[in-house]
């Protein structure tokens, strides 16, 4: 059973969260073509060779999510902004059917109650800025300031919270030394390049929004538990590498000025000229710090090149996306972000679910209880962080919708409410009432 709302403290936040591309349909609106739509018509890289082209068709079926969020008793929607759709060059000139979409956005959200909490990007790299280098591509901060300027410009003021960038991690490491995600590189120049650059481009957005005078600004990180898969000092080691490559390279360097040595040992000689010089743009002081969290990984050694290390099946039961469910991890997460980084200022789960397999709708709903019971102990691994002293003000489900789950297409189901992607129709699965009745003010 999920907790409810009254053994959270007084203001917790309770929100779900989805991106731009995942779910707008990116074929509407005048959005310009974006790496995503290169990297998904490139044969093999994504099921069915499936694009974000229709997605959920959000772009016109905005009112009708957003009274699900609502009707959900939740305070908050997380979403993202598509740099593609505001600028289509990703530079120039602003498309007005994109800033003008934003703004009934954002003033639908208002109207129904909910805390709007902006994502300026979320991956969808417009494809003009992808033939520059891209994230390769030192200039690309300064681009992406711009764009941060002329959608806040228009938007900003109604913000309850924003963040530049989802999951550097995955914009670096994932896309350009692993190829998994657009643009699809197995490179480790341009990875270190991108993973110094992604961190610059943050810096940059933060400042550009602040000169704006919004507030309640923060930064948004992935992270995933990494263990030794077995007692040896050698997996110790790799696990450690793990660490400080998915983790503590991007967190340290938004709160402490500062790469971790681990990583920074192999990908120091592949570094852009003078990264030191911009550590003070990157730590840039931010108001919370944002944790997305959805498993653990075993580590060991492996004896291919740098990192030296290879993933190691864990004994633990699997969401559908073959991840452990380990919610010891979030609070450990939790208690060492607070330790380490954050040091007092709030933080917030800012994405945590699990993709299951589809099930059939009877009677208007999907029983999904493997949801509602991943969400129950994650719950309560931030409610002992909390008891520890955490400074945990609020916990955002991923997702809204099931939607568009990049390479794997729409086969892995992540969200609280069912889409029918023939008909897009919208059916609240089981854990989408359990929460709404665990979030009820009356109960």
């Not at 991108?194 to 005078?213: E, P």
């Not at 030296?308 to 996306?321: C, I, N, S, Y």
């Not at 568009?404 to 129709?425: A, M």
């Amino acid at each position: 059973m999920l907790p409810a709302r009254s053994q959270f403290p007084d203001g917790f936040v309770f929100g779900a969260a989805t991106s731009s591309y995942q779910i707008e349909g990116h074929g509407f609106g005048g959005a310009g073509r974006t790496h995503w739509d290169d990297f998904a018509e490139t044969p093999g890289n994504v099921v069915r060779a499936e694009t974000g082209a229709r997605a959920c068709d959000h772009y016109h079926r905005w009112p009708q999510d957003l009274d699900l969020i609502r009707d959900a008793n939740l305070d908050a929607y997380r979403f993202s902004a598509s740099w593609a759709r505001v600028l289509p060059e990703g530079r120039g000139v602003p498309n007005p059917d994109g800033l003008d979409f934003y703004d009934r956005l954002v003033d639908g959200m208002l109207e129904r109650g909910l805390k709007p909490a902006l994502t300026l990007y979320h991956w969808e790299l417009p494809s003009p800025l992808a033939d520059l280098g891209g994230w390769r591509n030192r200039d690309i901060a300064g681009w992406f300031a711009d764009y941060a300027e002329i959608l806040c410009r228009r938007i900003g003021d109604r913000i309850w919270s924003a963040a530049p960038i989802n999951e550097p991690w995955c914009v670096a490491w994932l896309s350009h030394f692993l190829g998994l995600h657009a643009p699809g590189l197995r490179d480790i120049r341009a990875t270190a390049r991108a993973m110094h650059h992604v961190l610059l481009a943050h810096g940059r957005a933060i400042q550009a929004m602040r000169a704006l005078g919004m507030p309640n600004l923060g930064a948004v990180c992935n992270l995933e538990w990494a263990d030794p898969a077995d007692a040896s000092p050698e997996a110790a080691l790799a696990a450690s590498r793990y660490d400080a490559i998915y983790n503590r390279w991007f967190l340290g360097g938004i709160f402490r000025g500062e790469y971790p040595e681990p990583a920074l040992a192999g990908l120091l000689p592949h570094m852009p000229p003078g990264w030191q010089d911009d550590m003070a743009t990157i730590a840039t002081p931010v108001d919370w710090c944002g944790l997305n969290y959805y498993t653990r990984k075993l580590i060991g050694p492996d004896p291919s090149p740098w990192p030296h290390l290879a993933e190691v099946e864990g004994p633990l039961p699997k969401t559908q996306m073959g991840w452990e469910i380990y919610p010891q991890g979030l609070e450990n997460f939790l208690l060492r972000t607070e330790a380490e980084y954050s040091r007092g200022l709030p933080i917030y789960i800012t994405e945590n679910g699990m993709a299951s397999g589809e099930a059939p709708v009877v009677d208007e709903t999907v029983d999904d209880p493997e949801r509602t019971d991943y969400l129950s102990l994650h719950l309560a691994a931030a409610r002992r962080a909390i008891d520890r002293g955490v400074n945990l003000q609020g916990y955002f489900i991923w997702s809204l919708l099931d939607n568009y789950e990049w390479s794997l297409g729409y086969e892995k189901r992540f969200g609280l409410v069912h889409v029918d992607f023939d008909g897009l129709k919208r059916t609240p699965k089981s854990s989408y009432h359990a929460l709404k009745r665990a979030l009820s003010r009356n109960g």
